[in-house]
């Protein structure tokens, strides 16, 4: 057992006002934990209670053999010590989860009152995240201001208030009370001079813009008509006025697609050889307009640093309802019954056949990028356990583990399957995730039901309708298949096995993504891209060629 020494500190600005925590934590000795957050609007005693009742919930699953609690304020120790006795309404509620939480915790408890000076590392860590909170509130607030300039000075006013101040940023000086009585003392600039200098950067660029030779992008992507992307680059760009030149071959010939590669800046959609991105000189920006990558050789792209390849994550919310709608027609039988009903045969009670409520059940999430993660909301609204899987976790996924039961890397491919009711598949098809549910992993969904968003490929084809056809899977929903329609044959069935025949699978024909906004937002997403480049600014979504997506 070990023991452990924990300093927290909550603070306040003003009193009341917006609030943060400290903590920090040190386990034999050793810094194990710091925890600095903003928490909303309270008082100071409000803050230091919630700084501690988090502190207790990290000691509690250390579970040491002893724990030292350093708080700087007196009342807060007094209090819990039970030398005074709570009488604010507002902090009796906290007092009561402190002690909720002490009967959890078998370890020795201490709370030792700390002078503030002896308690500056917790200290420190509330005021930085107090200071970076009202800094992201005055950034916010001085967005909304309008800014007029005088010969040596600006005037800034607010778009409701008729009250206008005096700002000069030379100085920097401003007529407003908040540069007067806090803005100095906190080391914090007002938002009026804040909305100067957003004005002075926005016109700074405006005057770089002008120089800026026109940018031409390169159309190729067949998603939609070249009339359809002509209109909608058009109308975005109506208010913002970018020197833009939007290119749409007439021909798609590649001698007339070579022509303009030279000269491309951005280039949407299309396939290119090495020849041909060795003549794409000023290329900076390769825009898939959808999601999946799986179809282009991003070998070619390995070495051209220069180049940033991109896709659209817009279609996460539609692809995520779309599986719940799947998961629900397992669950419910909502096919065979329609399927049946429409023949006058009757399923539920009569035939003593109950459908599934999934509240209490568990949900497997194989990738948790941003439609799993769109996934995984929907099934913690609807009271399911989520278990899911990321091929890497990064520091802010750990945010996501306040509504997951589990979150593993790749080695624990076989515990999520395990654990869960439903499992969707819901990653990048890679070399490495090609036959990522073989015969081994079906094997252990007995009993279980499997949907696919993802890409057939990523299952085993043959594998997976055996498991269906002698109904060792329960079911399965599958959104991405195996074979598709071609210019040449227009209609096909979406395997070389018989899955249509089979009673306990629900097909759907890859249109997980396609929804009423889905063009829209599509478009929306690779002009705000092209924006970022026309700004000299990274842009969004960028695919790693060695990673493959």
Same mark, same amino acid.
């Given at each position: ?125 509330? +005021? =930085?995240? #107090?200071? *970076?909170? @009202?800094? $992201? ?5 001085? !967005? ?5 300039? %005088? ?106 697609? +070579? =022509?303009? #590669?030279? *000269?491309? @800046?951005? $280039? ?5 050889? !090495? ?5 794409? %000189? ?268």
């Amino acid at each position: 057992m070990s023991k452990v020494l924990m300093r927290v500190d909550g603070s306040c600005y003003p009193n009341p006002g917006n609030m943060a925590i400290g903590i920090v934590i040190y386990q034999d000795g050793e810094l194990v934990k710091k925890i600095s957050e903003a928490i909303g609007y309270g008082t100071n005693n409000i803050a230091e209670y919630k700084a501690l009742i988090r502190g207790l919930e990290e000691i509690k699953k250390i579970n040491p053999e002893r724990a030292d609690i350093y708080c700087d304020s007196q009342l807060v120790v007094n209090q819990l010590n039970k030398k005074f006795k709570v009488r604010d309404k507002g902090i009796i509620l906290l007092f009561n989860r402190v002690e909720e939480i002490r009967q959890t915790i078998p370890s020795k408890l201490n709370f030792i009152w700390e002078r503030r000076n002896h308690n500056s590392i917790a200290d420190d860590l509330a +005021k =930085r995240a #107090l200071l *970076e909170e @009202e800094a $992201i509130k005055r950034e916010k607030a001085a !967005k909304d201001l309008k800014v007029e300039r %005088k010969v040596d000075y600006f005037v800034v006013s607010g778009s409701k208030s008729k009250k206008s101040y005096r700002v000069d940023v030379n100085i920097p000086q401003c007529e407003c009370s908040d540069f007067i009585k806090r803005s100095r003392k906190i080391k914090l600039e007002c938002k009026h001079i804040m909305a100067v200098r957003n004005f002075l950067q926005e016109e700074k660029e405006r005057s770089c813009l002008k120089k800026r030779a026109k940018m031409k992008v390169l159309v190729l992507s067949k998603m939609v008509k070249p009339q359809i992307w002509k209109e909608n680059f058009n109308k975005l760009n109506k208010k913002a006025k970018f020197d833009l030149e939007f290119i749409i071959p007439k021909a798609d010939e590649r001698e007339e697609i +070579k =022509r303009y #590669l030279p *000269e491309a @800046e951005v $280039i949407i959609g299309g396939s290119f050889s !090495k020849e041909d991105l060795d003549q794409a %000189k000023k290329l900076k920006l390769f825009q898939i307009p959808f999601t999946g990558v799986d179809q282009l050789d991003l070998s070619l792209y390995k070495n051209r640093k220069d180049i940033f390849i991109c896709n659209v994550h817009t279609n996460r919310t539609a692809v995520a309802e779309h599986a719940f709608a799947l998961i629900l027609a397992l669950a419910k039988n909502i096919v065979t019954n329609d399927r049946d009903l429409r023949l006058g045969r009757w399923h539920g009670f009569s035939s003593k056949e109950p459908t599934i409520q999934l509240q209490g059940k568990s949900l497997g999430i194989i990738g948790l990028g941003s439609i799993g993660w769109e996934i995984a909301k929907i099934g913690y609204a609807l009271g399911m356990k989520i278990f899911a899987l990321k091929r890497e976790i990064k520091e802010k996924d750990l945010e996501k583990k306040k509504i997951l039961e589990f979150l593993g890397a790749n080695k624990d491919l076989e515990k999520v399957i395990k654990e869960s009711d439903f499992i969707v598949i819901a990653v990048p098809l890679t070399e490495k995730t090609k036959g990522l549910i073989g015969k081994k992993e079906l094997k252990l969904m007995q009993g279980k039901y499997l949907v696919n968003i993802s890409r057939g490929a990523v299952i085993d084809e043959e594998a997976l309708f055996k498991s269906l056809e002698e109904h060792y899977l329960s079911g399965a929903a599958i959104d991405t298949w195996y074979q598709y329609p071609t210019n040449e044959q227009k209609e096909i069935l979406p395997s070389q096995y018989n899955f249509h025949k089979l009673e306990n699978v629900v097909m759907s024909p890859h249109t997980a993504g396609y929804s009423d906004r889905a063009l829209e937002e599509n478009i929306k997403s690779v002009f705000d891209n092209i924006v970022r480049i026309y700004y000299g600014e990274e842009p969004e979504n960028q695919i790693a060629p060695e990673l493959e997506y």
